[in-house]
């Protein structure tokens, strides 16, 4: 049913007549849940950064996240990061250490605290995870939202909507006959588009280029770091349990490496045997698989890390827009 939506949501035809009314149903409740909780919204003492999208699946926001976490960190600030869990079990709120389990944390949680080396916090309710973490961590002086644009209870100093550039936003209707959780205008409102790759979108005045690059893999069990190149020619196989796995896929390829692909669903919960393969070849994961698989990870089995880049010009950009966000922030806090 998933892959046959997403062939629905990406394509130019108009959806099928069984889902629009469905759309505009999604779309009447969805406003008047957005409006109660925009009345209700509260405020958090710090100021709160939201990186959010307005589409189902992957996009880039747990990289542009942490690429985030870096950039405060490198003026002084001393960040902390906010996130559903999606896929944990919980309970929440809970704080996220990284040896934590994917299981109760989720995923990305676990990733975001591997690689943030912050305080974070995790709860469907992203009020209540700011509250633990600001509570447990006082230090705290600006919290990053993962995911949570359309969270309206938490009030927020910064909007940053990403988006596929390649899949931009699809079909340009609402769950279930398109993509979009919220309308396309929305992304507008946002004080910066943050496009994953190259795409007309990149042309939008308030839009601003980005890429995933990648480069190195790094061993599950021994932690080694090595080249993608020393992997030529290959065979490996690839592994993406995310929102959009060619992206993944497309990254190996473009390096030449001849692979194997095994895509699975976002947030797929692995057990040993989806990755008993018949064959001793290399096994390429993404970072946000790799947490759920090192409890039984192989020796051929690899992390790929995805580095955000900025065009010239584009890093300078959001530099100069959290700086005047946070002055704002704190003459109104």
């Given at each position: 049913?998933?892959h ?5 949501w ?12 469905l759309a505009m149903?999604?779309?009447l409740?969805?406003r008047r ?17 939201v990186?959010g ?12 996240v ?11 600030r ?5 996130s559903?869990?999606?896929?944990g079990?919980g309970p929440f ?27 974070l ?6 009020l209540?995870a ?8 006082p230090?705290?002086d600006v919290l990053?939202?993962?995911?949570g644009?359309?969270h ?13 550039g390649?899949r931009g ?5 609402l769950?279930?006959?398109?993509p979009?959780?919220?309308?396309s205008s ?6 910066l588009?943050l ?14 280029r ?8 790094v061993?599950?069990l021994s ?5 993608l ?9 690839a592994?993406?349990?995310i ?5 993944f ?9 001849t692979?194997?692909?095994?895509a699975?669903?976002?947030h797929?919960?692995y ?16 970072e946000?698989?790799a947490?759920?698989c ?8 690899w992390?790929v890390p995805a ?10 950009r959001?530099r ?14």
């Open positions: 049913m998933r046959w939506l997403e062939q629905v990406y394509r130019t035809t108009p959806p099928p007549l069984v889902l629009r009314p149903l999604y779309g409740l969805s849940v957005s409006q109660q909780r925009r009345q209700q919204a509260q405020r958090l003492p710090v100021m709160v950064i990186v999208n307005v589409t189902i699946g992957g996009a880039g926001k747990t990289p542009c942490l690429w985030l976490v870096e950039v405060l960190q490198s003026m002084g001393r960040p902390g990061i906010l559903r869990g999606y896929g079990r709120p809970r704080l996220v250490r990284a040896g934590d389990s994917a299981e109760e944390c989720g995923d990305e949680p676990v990733l975001l605290a591997q690689r943030g080396q912050v305080p916090a995790v709860a469907p309710d992203r209540a700011g509250r633990l973490l600001l509570q447990s961590h230090e705290v990053v939202c993962d995911d644009l359309q309206y209870r938490l009030e927020r100093d910064l909007e940053l909507c990403v988006v596929d390649r936003f699809g079909n340009g209707w769950l279930p006959a398109g979009l959780r919220e309308p929305r992304a507008a409102e946002t004080a588009l496009v994953n790759g190259a795409s007309p979108l990149e042309s939008l005045p308030h839009a601003q980005f890429d995933l690059q990648i480069g190195r893999a061993n599950l932690g080694e770091s090595r080249a190149r020393e992997f030529l020619p290959g065979p490996v196989h592994v993406a349990g929102g959009n796995p060619e992206r896929f497309d990254g190996l390829a473009a390096l030449a490496l692979l194997q692909k095994h699975f669903a976002d797929h919960a057990v040993p045997a989806d990755l008993a393969f018949a064959d001793a070849a290399p096994v390429l994961m993404t946000k698989d947490v759920k090192r409890a039984f990870a192989q020796p051929q089995w992390a580095d955000l880049h900025f065009p010239a010009g584009g890093e300078a959001l100069r827009l959290l700086q005047e966000r946070l002055h704002g922030a704190e003459t109104s806090i």
